[in-house]
């Protein structure tokens, strides 16, 4: 029962946070002179409007998916993995290499080039475990900072010894990666590629693996309570390298898709300026860690995004009230985060007091 309960909260929780998130919109767009139902009704058909629009905001909440997983397998051990921009980023470098020098068919370079970036993403979140299990430096600021070094080291790989010499040199780029490497796109003339597929099938395995495996059970427990799991012999090192590596290689695998399935190159601070990772963070944060939970805000938050284009091309309305949107839906889940906290510290107190 209390299984169930908790993955009703999941999934409705991100539908709430994006309803208080639209009322604090709908204040903005009064501000500006602007008419609600008219720039709501935009901002839906920006991104559910027709066929062509509803697969772009899906192509586009799948790397989104794919590292909001990653960061909700990481909190949902207890461990704060915030570098899945830098994990996204190697990932998305290491495809794009794979893809350009590896020899063979197109379908097998495709996967190793996905590989490629899954261990790539994976390797580069180890190293922040290590430096926890090695040197006792805390994987929020390790993570954090690795989100640069990766940033500017792919930068200089693409600006320098790999950087695209044709006509479009003046970007810090790749060459284009040969048709067939790409990952195949799910209908023709679309942007939805074979990825979504992919990162659908991510969360369900993720929802699977932590909730009816022994190791996904101890996950939960380390995650919850990590006296209770060091007393049950769950291994908090063993545990947090096995969720690091998992963790790291989501992202990767974002990154992979994301240059396998749309921009058929690498291209320096396209995933930063898109801020995938920091979305796929926020749709964890709304879904409390929530596998499926995550998708579904994913969704949501990719539907924001798309649809404040639209709404900006067909009203007097400006791109910034999506931004408010989702600085509220930040608010939100600070909120929820800083009462969660107290309420534990209570409690603790309460505990300590009774005889």
């Given at each position: 029962m209390n299984r169930v309960k908790d993955s009703l909260r999941g999934l409705v929780q991100p539908l709430l946070a994006v309803l208080i998130g639209l009322l604090a919109g709908a204040l903005a767009i009064l501000l500006v002179g602007g008419s609600v139902i008219e720039t709501y009704a935009e901002m839906w058909k920006g991104a559910f409007g027709n066929f062509y629009f509803f697969t772009n905001t899906l192509a586009r909440s799948t790397p989104i998916i794919l590292a909001g997983l990653g960061v909700a397998l990481a909190f949902r051990a207890g461990f704060f993995n915030m570098g899945a921009e830098g994990q996204m980023i190697l990932g998305g470098l290491s495809a794009a290499l794979t893809a350009l020098y590896v020899p063979g068919p197109g379908w097998l370079v495709c996967i190793a080039a996905v590989a490629a970036g899954m261990i790539a993403g994976g390797l580069y979140s180890l190293l922040a475990g290590w430096l926890d299990a090695r040197f006792g430096m805390h994987l929020l600021i390790t993570t954090l900072l690795l989100n640069y070094i990766a940033l500017w080291f792919s930068g200089y790989m693409v600006a320098y010894p790999f950087k695209d010499q044709t006509g479009s040199a003046a970007m810090a780029q790749t060459p284009m990666l040969e048709q067939a490497t790409w990952l195949p796109k799910l209908f023709q003339g679309m942007g939805l590629h074979a990825g979504f597929v992919i990162a659908i099938v991510a969360a369900l395995l993720v929802y699977w693996f932590t909730q009816r495996t022994v190791i996904g059970y101890e996950i939960r427990m380390l995650g919850s309570n990590p006296s209770f799991a060091a007393y049950g012999g769950v291994r908090r090192i063993r545990m947090m390298i096995l969720t690091m590596i998992v963790s790291g290689g989501l992202a990767g695998l974002a990154g992979a898709g994301e240059v396998l399935g749309?921009?058929?190159?690498?291209?320096?601070?396209?995933?930063?300026?898109?801020?995938?990772?920091?979305?796929?963070?926020?749709?964890?944060?709304?879904?409390?860690?929530?596998?499926?939970?995550?998708?579904?805000?994913?969704?949501?938050?990719?539907?924001?995004?798309?649809?404040?284009?639209?709404?900006?091309?067909?009203?007097?309305v400006p791109l910034e009230v999506g931004s408010v949107i989702q600085a509220v839906l930040t608010l939100f889940v600070s909120a929820q985060i800083g009462y969660a906290f107290l309420k534990r510290r209570k409690e603790k107190k309460s505990n300590g007091t009774t005889v």
């Open positions: 749309t921009q058929y190159r690498f291209i320096d601070g396209s995933f930063s300026s898109a801020s995938y990772a920091w979305s796929g963070i926020m749709a964890t944060l709304l879904a409390r860690s929530h596998p499926l939970g995550t998708a579904i805000a994913a969704i949501l938050l990719a539907a924001l995004q798309t649809g404040s284009m639209g709404m900006e091309r067909n009203t007097d």
